[in-house]
């Protein structure tokens, strides 16, 4: 009886030392890598705070309207960009080598998935931030007409366009990544032709009245503007 | 220069007709029931004023499908039975081309100042073409300050209804005078005479594919004329009396158009206002009479109706385009409106406020240019209505003190477009240009004007 315990002890303190002098090495390592890799980051954007201009980028950034999509207040600019671009970059780099550094089945796997899937990822980050761009360009160029022309509801229209636009974004991002294809592109399709069905039924049924009395309204307003049109704005 | 070259029918033309002292030039679109009215204006103009002159009167149109072209080949000065002591020794030649482009009055005059240098015209002038009070005089006074006088730019001065020209008594008039400093006060008046040499620079720009091409024209003109130092007067007509056609249906298009152009010269024009503080007189040639005008309706709950609805749906653009304090006091004059207030009131500072706050936000791109200046349109209706509502039994000259305290107003607002202009940075930046910016380059010419 006590043999036995003490053979399962035995077994158990020499699977530990193994696993200690198996592991601990490569964690150690894995601890220095990610603090060199840490530091290294920080360095970077330090430095690149200080020293990078980047003011082409900062116009494109604020010409393309990129930048008041980021950040509300529109103060982003290239040097916070691209500074916390690369400190992100060396993290991630230095985590991947951290990890390589147990060298075993999964964690091989894991740094060659990732690897594999980041120039994907960079894609579908694109498509989103494109998609994003656009459903607001798209949602304020509706949301102003749609003021401007007195049309009912602006803000539910120029909403319901930002939403399908970046339903669209997400269904192609997903697309990019094999993400759950089968599933967003289901929805999609539910969604756009229950969206038409309805409004075709709304306008048909209920709508066809309302629809008559704008345009009414507005060829009327039409007619009176040309009535009174020896009033210039110029 | 930007590269369009003449049609071939026009380049033909000139060609044939080899010189001409003086350009009349007439841009049209659908207006044949006046332009010949306006032609034979002009005619009967050369002929009294400037019989010793060999003149084109030229008419670029847009692809009219009335009779327009035809009104103006076919307009006869004999039929005005006039009395002319002096024989013309050249007869005025005419021509009437559709210019190609983008349409609008931009594109249509830039053909029209092609032909004019290519016939190494002395003075042009330009007139629109739905005028119902345009007289020969009118020729006269637009022409002889940049023939006998060395002016380069003659800008029209009018009596014009009290609620006639808004844009330009609510936005263009008060802003080009604060930031240039000059009191030109139909800046886009649409009348205007011309030098040689202004002609030649407007050709040599190659921003004529913007919103100039369309109605930035006229202010795109004026500000060149008064940033780049040329001389500059203005000369009385009389009233201003359109055809009932006019092309405003579409005020968000117009209001953009306008108003991009002052945005876009003010980007362009950074160093010459930086440092120009108040106003002054720009000479006024004419005999100054006062005119009956036509009564104009307005429909003042429409407008507020507009602003009401811009209140409730655009705020997410107006946060973005206007200072805070500016957005608050919006949002409580929206409350107001929205809650029926009898009297109204848009005062002019929180206006000017607006207008500046739109002019940085322009600059800063914080909405997209198109999005913002559209958004600007139920706060210009706010202002109109207001104004309306404010000098409903005010006489002309009242009303003109009321748009002279506006303009006022927008000059004293310069610190603070200034300090808005480039966000924080703006006082180094204010510091740096006085050090390297000389005085004002018309300061010199315009003090003889004072």
Same mark, same amino acid.
């Given at each position: 009886?006590?043999?036995?315990? @003490? ?21 150690? &390592? ?11 980051? #920080? ?75 980041? *120039? ?16 607001? +360009? ?47 592109? #289901? ?18 049924? #209920? ?11 507005? @060829? ?5 503007? %040309?009535?009174?049109?020896? /009033?210039?704005?110029? | ?9 026009? @380049? ?19 207006? %044949? ?8 204006? &002009? ?7 400037? *019989? ?22 076919? !307009? ?31 594109? !249509? ?35 002889? *300050? ?33 930031? +240039? ?51 500059? $007067? ?10 009932? =056609? ?27 206002? /930086? ?30 109706? &507009?602003?009401?609805?811009? $209140? ?5 653009? /107006? ?32 206006? !000017? ?10 600059? =800063?791109?914080?909405?997209?240019? %198109? ?35 506006? $303009? ?15 966000? *924080? ?26």
């Amino acid at each position: 009886m006590i043999n036995t315990l @003490r053979e399962i002890l035995e077994a158990a303190v020499d699977r530990l030392h193994h696993q200690v002098t198996t592991y601990l090495p490569s964690t150690l &390592a894995a601890v220095i890598l990610l603090l060199v890799s840490y530091v290294l980051a #920080a360095a970077a954007r330090w430095f690149l705070y200080r020293v990078f201009k980047g003011m082409t980028i900062d116009k494109f950034l604020r010409q393309s309207g990129v930048a008041f999509l980021l950040d509300r207040s529109g103060r982003l600019r290239a040097t916070r960009l691209v500074a916390e671009t690369v400190y992100w970059a060396i993290l991630i780099g230095g985590f991947l080598i951290a990890v390589s550094a147990f060298d075993t089945d999964l964690t091989n796997q894991m740094v060659q998935g990732f690897v594999f899937l980041l *120039p994907k990822l960079f894609v579908a980050g694109l498509i989103l931030l494109g998609g994003a761009w656009l459903s607001q +360009y798209l949602g304020r160029s509706l949301l102003v007409w749609a003021v401007n022309e007195n049309l009912p509801s602006p803000r539910r229209l120029a909403a319901g366009l930002r939403i399908i636009i970046m339903f669209v974004a997400v269904v192609v991002a997903a697309d990019q990544l094999s993400f759950a294809r089968n599933v967003f592109l #289901a929805a999609f399709i539910i969604l756009v032709g229950g969206a038409v069905l309805a409004i075709s039924l709304a306008v048909g049924i #209920a709508g066809s009245q309302s629809l008559r009395r704008l345009i009414e309204e507005k @060829r009327e307003q039409r007619e009176s503007e %040309g009535e009174r049109s020896l /009033w210039t704005h110029l | 220069m930007a590269s369009v070259t003449l049609p071939h029918e026009a @380049r033909q033309a000139a060609e044939v007709i080899r010189r001409a002292d003086i350009v009349i030039g007439i841009p049209s679109y659908n207006n %044949g029931r006046t332009i010949g009215r306006v032609v034979q204006a &002009a005619y009967a103009g050369l002929a009294k004023y400037f *019989p010793q002159f060999s003149s084109v009167v030229i008419n670029s149109d847009g692809g009219s499908t009335d009779n327009t072209r035809e009104a103006v080949l076919s !307009a006869r000065l004999e039929d005005q039975h006039l009395l002319l002591l002096n024989t013309p020794l050249f007869a005025a030649h005419r021509l009437s081309f559709p210019y190609h482009g983008v349409p609008g009055k931009g594109s !249509a005059f830039r053909l029209i100042f092609q032909l004019a240098a290519r016939l190494e015209a002395k003075a042009v002038a330009v007139v629109d073409s739905d005028l119902r009070s345009i007289t020969p005089e009118w020729f006269d006074l637009l022409l002889r *300050p940049v023939l006998f006088a060395g002016y380069d730019f003659v800008a029209p001065y009018y009596h014009r209804h009290k609620y006639d020209g808004t844009i330009t008594n609510s936005i263009v008039y008060p802003l080009t005078r604060a930031l +240039y400093g000059y009191r030109v006060r139909q800046p886009i008046g649409g009348e205007f005479g011309l030098s040689t040499r202004l002609i030649n620079r407007y050709l040599q720009r190659d921003d004529w594919e913007t919103d100039v091409a369309r109605f930035g024209i006229d202010i795109w003109m004026t500000t060149i004329a008064l940033a780049e130092g040329f001389r500059v $007067c203005q000369s009385f007509l009389g009233a201003k009396l359109h055809d009932a =056609k006019d092309p405003s249906s579409d005020l968000t298009a117009m209001l953009e158009q306008v108003v991009g152009s002052v945005f876009m010269l003010m980007q362009e024009y950074e160093d010459v206002w /930086w440092d120009r503080e108040g106003s002054r007189p720009v000479e006024l040639f004419g005999f100054r009479y006062d005119v009956g005008l036509d009564p104009i309706e307005v429909n003042v709950d429409r407008m507020l109706a &507009a602003f009401v609805r811009g $209140c409730r749906d655009l705020g997410e653009i /107006w946060a973005a385009a206007l200072e805070p304090e500016t957005h608050a006091g919006i949002q409580a004059l929206g409350r107001q409106a929205a809650a029926g207030v009898r009297d109204f009131h848009l005062d002019d500072e929180l206006w !000017a406020r607006v207008v500046l706050d739109f002019a940085c936000a322009f600059k =800063k791109h914080r909405v997209a240019g %198109g999005h913002l200046i559209k958004s600007l349109t139920p706060l210009y209706l706010a202002r109109v209505a207001s104004f309306v509502g404010e000098t409903r039994t005010l006489v002309p000259d009242q009303v003109e003190e009321k748009i002279e305290r506006l $303009c006022l107003t927008f000059e004293q607002l310069k610190p603070y477009l200034r300090a808005h202009w480039d966000g *924080p940075d703006a006082r180094n930046k204010a510091s740096r240009k006085s050090e390297r910016a000389g005085p004002p380059r018309q300061d010199r010419e315009v003090s003889r004007n004072d």
